[in-house]
């Protein structure tokens, strides 16, 4: 099984709502943070949101602070990102990862061990 798979991605109408879910299995399980990233067609994969593994820290990119927000369910091995009031400039491929390095920091994408294969996430105006 992949170490990490993401699930919740699809279609969306501008304002609307979507869950996403990363569930992580092996290596990716004991990780001290878990990240969702992002990448649009042309652009830079950029963060979008950071959970700590016992869920006390969070951290969000400015483009989606107060709309997004990341949970995370440890007994089910299960980070989540919440999106509400979606907007067209969120579409992309969401990706969740994960930093085995203990003091890892969230947004430099070199710190983390374990991606997912993305998810879709359109939103249409």
């Known amino acids: 099984q992949a170490p990490l798979v993401e699930s919740g991605g699809g279609l969306v109408q501008v304002g609307g709502s979507l869950r996403l879910s990363c569930l992580a299995s092996?290596?990716?399980?004991?990780?001290?943070?878990t990240a969702w990233f992002r990448q649009a067609p042309g652009l830079e994969r950029e963060i979008v949101a950071g959970?700590?593994?016992?869920?006390?820290?969070?951290f969000y990119g400015d483009p989606v602070k107060g709309r997004f927000t990341a949970s995370r369910d440890n007994a089910n091995n299960t980070v989540y990102l919440q999106m509400d009031n979606l907007k067209h400039e969120d579409t992309a491929v969401y990706y969740c990862?994960?930093?085995?390095?203990?003091?890892?920091?969230?947004?430099?994408?070199?710190?983390?061990?374990?991606w997912g294969q993305g998810t879709q996430v359109t939103v249409s105006s």
């Open positions: 959970i700590s593994k016992s869920g006390g820290t969070t």
């Open positions: 092996g290596g990716s399980v004991n990780s001290y943070i």
């Open positions: 990862a994960t930093s085995n390095t203990l003091g890892a920091s969230f947004s430099p994408i070199h710190h983390y061990d374990y």
